[in-house]
T-cell receptor, first 115, second 118 residues
Framework: AQTVTQSQPEMSVQEAETVTLSCTYD???????LFWYKQPPSRQMILVIR??????QNATENRFSVNFQKAAKSFSLKISDSQLGDTAMYFC????????????FGGGTRLMVKP | GAVVSQHPSRVICKSGTSVKIECRSL??????MFWYRQFPKQSLMLMAT?????????EQGVEKDKFLINHASLTLSTLTVTSAHPEDSSFYIC??????????????FGPGTRLTVT
C-alpha cells in the first residue's frame, strides 16, 4: 500500500517571500506520478503541479516548482513570490499505473500568506 | 480543461432520510469516477470507485449499503446516502479523468457537496 505524509499541518509566509511544503511517500512501485493540489476556501481542488517519477528534471509551473528526490521518496513544493491568493490547503498526492487512476492523498498543509 | 460538476452544492436533510448527490463530467466521458469524503480541516478520504456499467468498488470501512453508488452513464455517477445520520454530515467530492489518459494526467474534481444532517 502507498502512503503519503505531509509533516507540516500549518505554515505561514509573508507576501512575496518563498515557502517550501514538504511531502514524503512510501511505495514499492517504480512507475508512479506525484501531484500537488491546492484547495482554496472555495473547496475546489486545483492541480498545481505534477511530476512523473521517470523524469529526473524537477517540474516547474511559473512560481511553483518541486524538489523531487526519488531515492529519498521526497516531493516538496516551493512557492516563490507568495501571493495572498496562494492561501489554501495544499495536498500532495500519488498514483501509479496499476492504481486504476486512484489518488492517495497526504494529510494536507494549511498555508497562510500574510500581507 | 475538463469540467466536473456536482449537484447539489449544499443539502440539508433530516435524520433518517436519504439524499442523492450527482457528479457529472460535462465535456468528456468518464468510465471511472471517484467519490471522496472530507471532514473539516482534514484530507480527502477515498470512499469508492464508481465504474460505468458495473458495481462500485468500496474502500475498507465504507458501508456499501449506506452509500449507494450508481454509474448509469459515461457522464453521470450518483452517490446516495441512505438513512442519513448526523455523523454523515461532511463534504463529499467526486473526481474523474478522461479515459485512455496516462497516470500523469490530472484528475478533474467537482466543486463538492456539503451535506448537513439534522
Amino acid at each position: 500500500a502507498q502512503t503519503v505524509t505531509q509533516s507540516q499541518p500549518e505554515m505561514s509566509v509573508q507576501e512575496a517571500e518563498t515557502v517550501t511544503l514538504s511531502c514524503t511517500y512510501d511505495t514499492s512501485e517504480n512507475n508512479y506520478y506525484l501531484f500537488w493540489y491546492k484547495q482554496p476556501p472555495s473547496r475546489q481542488m486545483i492541480l498545481v503541479i505534477r511530476q512523473e517519477a521517470y523524469k529526473q528534471q524537477n517540474a516547474t509551473e511559473n512560481r511553483f516548482s518541486v524538489n523531487f528526490q526519488k531515492a529519498a521518496k521526497s516531493f516538496s513544493l516551493k512557492i516563490s513570490d507568495s501571493q495572498l491568493g496562494d492561501t489554501a490547503m495544499y495536498f500532495c498526492a500519488f498514483t501509479h499505473n496499476n492504481a486504476g487512476n486512484m489518488l492517495t492523498f497526504g494529510g494536507g498543509t494549511r498555508l497562510m500568506v500574510k500581507p | 480543461g475538463a469540467v466536473v460538476s456536482q449537484h447539489p452544492s449544499r443539502v440539508i436533510c433530516k435524520s433518517g432520510t436519504s439524499v442523492k448527490i450527482e457528479c457529472r463530467s460535462l465535456d468528456f466521458q468518464a468510465t471511472t469516477m471517484f467519490w471522496y469524503r472530507q471532514f473539516p480541516k482534514q484530507s480527502l478520504m477515498l470512499m469508492a470507485t464508481s465504474n460505468e456499467g458495473s458495481k462500485a468498488t468500496y474502500e475498507q470501512g465504507v458501508e456499501k449499503d449506506k452509500f449507494l453508488i450508481n454509474h448509469a452513464s459515461l457522464t453521470l455517477s450518483t452517490l446516495t446516502v441512505t438513512s442519513a445520520h448526523p455523523e454523515d454530515s461532511s463534504f463529499y467530492i467526486c473526481s474523474a479523468r478522461p479515459p485512455g489518459t496516462s497516470g500523469s494526467y490530472e484528475q478533474y474534481f467537482g466543486p463538492g457537496t456539503r451535506l448537513t444532517v439534522t
